[in-house]
């Protein structure tokens, strides 16, 4: 989905912001943005295109392409997104050298992925399951993981190496982008010690980081005084690097 900033005018580039959906079996629809209500219509109106990939493992495109996640869980998505990123360049209206990529959760997962493999403007990784030994081992969700990556954690050293490989923070060694980190401290689905990895990594690393815990049990704050301040400081943060 690709939502434009009012009054785009034909011709000129415009910086570009990836909304990445959480929870891969989801999808960003072509209406009010429902995933973080308003959040897409918000980034529209401080003048950047909006980008909502739906990548393999989301249910708008049938159970192959939902189910093709299993066993390919960040290269397959992340291949997706940017190929989905290089066909709205083809459009001519981005302004390639100003392009940030967010996301909460699996959105996250992707978007912390993201930036341990390509060059960004910016970046925001909300509660995501940036460590997958880690995930394994305290999530909500482990069963799940079992699934995802072809067996639990611990079952062989071929299938151990196959979660640090998908690791996000495996790759820290490579992120250069200004990234904003945000977590719940009572977070049970994602673990904050998740986004305390990232933001210790990235500080050790030189690399301009901010981290917000929120005072949530949430996986994502719901209360009107934290979701404000998330969409403040997502957005602020943006204006910040992009502008």
Known sequence: MLTYPPGCVAGKKYPLVLQIHGWPQYASQEAFDTDYPGLTQLFAAHGYLVFEPNYRGSDNMGSAFENAVAGDTVVGPSSDIMAGIAAVEKLGIVDDSRIAVSGWSYGGLLSAWLIGHHAWRAAMIGAAPTDLPVDYAIGAYNVLDGSFYGGALWASEAGHQRYVDQSPITYAWNITAPTLIMSSVSDTTVPVTHSYE????????????????????????????SSEDIYRRWVGWFDRYLR
Not at 203 to 223: C, K, L, M, N, Q
């Open 198 to 225: 990232l933001f210790r990594a990235l500080r050790d690393r030189g690399v301009t980081a901010r981290f917000i815990a929120y005072p949530s049990t949430e996986h994502y704050p719901s209360d009107p005084v």
